[in-house]
């Protein structure tokens, strides 16, 4: 049976896929890391790591090994976590991905929140695109991923948190509405590629050319604040999560509801993720119920989830 410590060595190596940099990850000097891991492979009978590649890579049993290894992994903590509990000094550390669009807004309100509630958790929250989330939870780095659904994945948990309709930042008009059709005609202004509220924003407003609209501009970064203020300069368009009017109150006449031919709004479904097996679900849950609370109040039934992919 592998120790803990093998499997700790061995997952930071099939991450890093560097020696050094592994055994940096676990405070320990590379000859160590090295040693524990060719003993856990002599134990298993077969090679875990294809040392001939560069960088180094895992071997097909290696690929098969590294998902039982993640669950054993899991099950550890547990353990950890039952022992401090037991003895009184127990801080559950909850590691957050969330995407910038909804973070934004989300985090500024409840931080305090979930400080003041939950003095047992210790949340270390990160700023994430949508498919980095994806990666890092199947990694185990984070344990709750926060974006835009839906998704269907049968190794995570989906967790519905609130719908959100998706407006338009459109100053000088008088009506909360604008047509569709009126949109188009505007010049749309695009979070940087990568972000799925440019792609929903691509496939909802059917932007042929996206390249083309933007002829002198190019941002990265995702900072929707510069790409309302680049409106305001320049005149056309950008769109803006609904929630994200808390942050920008001063200007909450600008934002249009979109209608679209068929009478109905984008949106987007905001949803939280979470590996199967977990063994900070209940704090998980805690800070899941304590979002639906705060944000989920849209009932409209003519909203338009758009895919975030």
């Not at 899991?74 to 003895?87: F, N």
């Not at 550390?93 to 958790?121: C, D």
């Not at 948990?157 to 949109?183: C, G, H, M, Q, R």
Request: with cysteine.
């Amino acid at each position: 049976m592998l120790s803990s410590q093998q499997i700790q060595y061995i997952l930071a190596l099939s991450e890093t896929q560097h020696f050094s940099r592994a055994a940096e990850n676990c405070f320990v000097t590379q000859p160590t890391l090295s040693m524990q891991i060719k003993k856990a492979e002599d134990l298993l009978g077969f090679p875990i790591f294809d040392r001939n590649r560069v960088p180094l890579e895992l071997t097909n049993a290696g690929k098969e090994l590294i998902p039982i290894l993640r669950e054993i992994a899991t099950d550890y903590q547990q353990i950890e976590k039952l022992k401090k509990q037991k003895e009184g000094n127990f801080h559950e550390e909850i590691k957050i991905g969330i995407i910038p669009t909804v973070s934004a807004y989300l985090i500024p309100k409840l931080y305090s929140e979930w400080k003041n509630n939950f003095p047992e958790i210790k949340l270390i929250i990160e700023e994430l695109k949508s498919e980095d989330i994806i990666e890092n939870l199947q990694q185990k780095k984070i344990d709750l991923g926060i974006m835009a659904g839906p998704i269907v994945d049968l190794n995570f948990k989906s967790i519905p948190l609130f719908a959100e309709e998706i407006k338009a930042y459109v100053p000088n008009i008088k009506s909360d509405e604008i047509s569709l059709e009126t949109l188009r005609n505007l010049q749309p202004w695009l979070l940087n590629k990568g972000n799925c509220l440019r792609t929903q924003m691509i496939h909802f407003c059917e932007l042929q050319n996206e390249t083309n609209s933007q002829v002198h501009w190019n941002y990265e970064g995702g900072n929707i604040e510069m790409l309302i203020r680049m409106v305001d300069l320049n005149q056309g368009y950008t769109l803006v999560p609904d929630f994200y009017k808390q942050i920008t109150a001063e200007k909450t006449d600008h934002f249009k509801s979109i209608i679209s031919n068929q009478n109905q709004k984008p949106a987007r479904s905001i949803i939280g993720i979470v590996p199967h097996k977990n063994s900070k679900l209940k704090s998980i849950e805690q800070l899941v119920r304590s979002i639906q609370l705060n944000f989920n109040e849209n009932n409209d039934k003519n909203l338009l989830i758009l895919d975030w992919n």
